[in-house]
């Protein structure tokens, strides 16, 4: 099994290509050890010392980092993930197999259904992609008086360059296209 690395534009987060789907639907972002549980990949990695976060993605893996060395962390990352993809076992146990929880909590008025629906299409179709490419995930969570709220997980969450991503990428992307729009914002 060959395992790529992809560097993302948030040096404490590495990305993981095993050549293998690791979800076939949905994302799930671990900020600790505790929310691994569900996850023995998961567990594995927040075994290896420096590991903060994890973000799996339909074909990718990533791993964010404190300020350990990559160097000295990248053998035990490479050995977990091709362990565990060698053993036969899922990435994710039993029920909780499905996507993250939170991407069901959204908010709107009503009045602004037709808005987020466009808003929801842009971000699956234009943003989305572009985002995973660089191993994060962004999803809609809000549109009020005319700002989006959008949830930043994997290598976008806490990346240096995310905020220049929502204000001249994403903003301006769905301003043109949705003049109800003002503003972006992550939460």
Known sequence: MFIQTEATPNPATLKFLPGRVVLPEGTRDFRSAEDAAVSPLA????????????????????????????????????????????????????????????????????GDAETVTVIKDLIETRVRPAVAQDGGDITFKGFKEGVVYLSMRGACSGCPSSTATLKHGIQNLLRHFVPEVEEVRAI
Do not use: N, R, Y
Not at 91 to 101: C, F, P, R, T
């Open 43 to 110: 567990q594995k990695l927040f075994d290896v010392p420096g590991v903060v976060a994890i973000f799996f993605g339909h074909d990718f893996i990533t791993v964010t980092k404190d300020d350990t060395d990559w160097q000295h962390m990248k053998p035990a990352i490479l050995g977990a993930i091709m362990e565990q993809f060698m053993s036969g076992q899922p990435v994710i146990l039993g029920s909780a197999a499905g996507g993250d929880a939170e991407d069901g909590d959204e908010f709107f008025e009503a």
